[in-house]
């Protein structure tokens, strides 16, 4: 009787194996993921400031997500984070698919070159933006030197002006993490087929009717994934906006996660914070959620 117990007990063990090892990664998720995403909106449902002396927090329901449709800065940092997200990612996608197609072939050249270009991705943000800061300086800056000797006036630098802030910041990032997606652009090349490609040859198909009806689909799923990956990153931006313009002049480069971040740490109002926070986690998922709806019906 109790060998057979054993036995059972022992296979429903060998059964539930994957479950046990799945434990420490479920554990690590709680703690990571949902926990934070639970205590975030808890506090979005409180008046919670810093500089209230008891710390006390005063359960307000909704009323910090009503106040933040009522507020002029959030519809300015979500036209400007859409606009940075716009520039940014479709300039990447482009730019990282064109150095990818550039720098497929397996040279020495090439391999040289794909290694240099992910140095500006090794690098922090924030150093990035203190040394592009210190290239768009109006005083002794190479960029506003080179512009000017065009004939284009900037002023007080691409960073000061209305007009070129946010162009300028777009740019940083384009510079930075274009490299990142030219690597998951030639992973996707890495593992096309070389059937398709032979067909359309003895088919008599050019250079670009083979790129435009064989690559361009077949990358796909790589699109999807490039795309995801960077919009998900340019809408948390921080390091660059901090570094750089602080979010001026005016509110020109002022983006959702720099609203955040000046309510909840110069103005420590931490319910509010919380509350605008997670509308940004509910603006990225939609887009997520859409733009995997869409590429899953072009797909089938």
Same mark, same amino acid.
């Given at each position: ?20 090892? =799945?434990?420490?990664? $479920? /554990? #690590?998720?709680?703690?990571?993921? &949902?926990?934070?995403?639970?205590? @975030? !909106? ?54 990282? =698919?064109?150095?990818? $197609? /550039? #720098?497929?072939?397996?040279?020495? &050249?090439?391999?040289?070159?794909? @290694? !240099? ?66 690597? &998951? ?116």
């Amino acid at each position: 009787m109790n060998q057979t117990l054993g036995k059972s007990l022992y296979k429903k063990f060998q059964n539930n194996t994957y479950l046990v090892l =799945l434990l420490p990664l $479920l /554990l #690590f998720v709680v703690l990571i993921a &949902i926990y934070p995403l639970f205590f @975030s !909106f808890r506090i979005s449902l409180f008046d919670y400031r810093l500089t209230d002396p008891n710390q006390t927090q005063t359960f307000v329901g909704i009323e910090n997500y009503i106040r933040a449709f009522k507020d002029p800065i959030i519809f300015i940092s979500l036209k400007n984070t859409l606009i940075f997200v716009a520039g940014t990612v479709s300039a990447e996608l482009v730019m990282g =698919l064109g150095l990818a $197609l /550039l #720098f497929a072939p397996e040279t020495r &050249i090439a391999r040289f070159v794909r @290694s !240099f270009l992910l140095i500006p991705m090794a690098l922090p943000p924030l150093v990035v933006g203190l040394v592009w800061k210190s290239l768009y300086n109006a005083d002794f800056g190479v960029i506003p030197f080179y512009l000017k000797e065009l004939g284009i006036n900037v002023g007080r630098g691409p960073l000061g002006e209305l007009n070129f802030a946010m162009p300028a910041v777009i740019l940083i990032d384009i510079w930075q993490w274009t490299p990142l997606l030219m690597i &998951i652009f030639l992973a996707g090349l890495k593992g096309l087929p070389k059937e398709p490609y032979e067909a359309a040859y003895v088919d008599g198909a050019s250079r670009w009717q083979s790129f435009l009806y064989i690559t361009l689909p077949l990358l796909k799923p790589t699109f999807l994934i490039a795309f995801l990956t960077r919009t998900i990153q340019s809408f948390k931006v921080f390091d660059i906006i901090y570094a750089t313009t602080a979010g001026g002049p005016g509110n020109v480069t002022t983006v959702l996660n720099f609203h955040i971040y000046t309510v909840g740490m110069t103005f420590f109002d931490m319910g509010y914070a919380a509350a605008l926070a997670n509308i940004l986690l509910f603006v990225v998922t939609i887009i997520s959620i859409i733009y995997i709806g869409v590429m899953s019906r072009q797909q089938y």
